[in-house]
């Protein structure tokens, strides 16, 4: 249920852009999601079907990029990516530290749309 105002927010962000560039029909959204977000992509496909009925933006297919993990580590500043599927312990590849900072993986965006 946490995808609905994620997908309120989307929504309205593209129907905005959409009528400030008379867009006629948004065929697409292209998102950025991290890894670490909850968010899944069926249910948030659902939810702005749902959403965008008698819209501009209805029938429009949200194609979604997971975005890595990434980490800083705060004893080297070095910047790694995590592979969150296959990690028990997050450790800094260069100096073994285990003082670090997410810096991406959380985060959603659109990227771009696909209008007519």
């Known amino acids: ?14 129907l905005s852009h959409g ?3 008379n867009v006629q029909k948004i065929m697409a ?6 890894e670490l977000s909850d968010l899944e992509d069926e ?5 702005f079907d749902h959403l965008s ?11 979604i990029e997971r975005m890595p993990v990434v980490m800083n580590c705060e004893d080297c500043r070095e910047s790694f990516q995590v ?7 997050i450790v ?11 810096i991406s ?8 749309m696909e209008v007519l």
């Not at 800094?92 to 997410?102: A, D, T």
């Open 1 to 14: 249920m946490h995808e609905l105002p994620v997908i309120e927010s989307i929504l309205k962000v593209s």
């Open 19 to 21: 009528a400030k560039n």
């Open 29 to 34: 959204i292209h998102l950025q999601v991290g």
């Open 43 to 47: 249910w948030m496909q659902r939810y």
């Open 53 to 63: 009925k008698d819209s501009i933006a209805a029938g429009a297919v949200l194609k």
């Open 83 to 89: 592979d969150i599927k296959n990690v028990k312990d």
């Open 92 to 102: 800094c590849p260069l100096c073994q530290g285990k003082n670090n900072k997410l």
């Open 105 to 112: 993986g959380r985060e959603y965006f659109i990227k771009s």
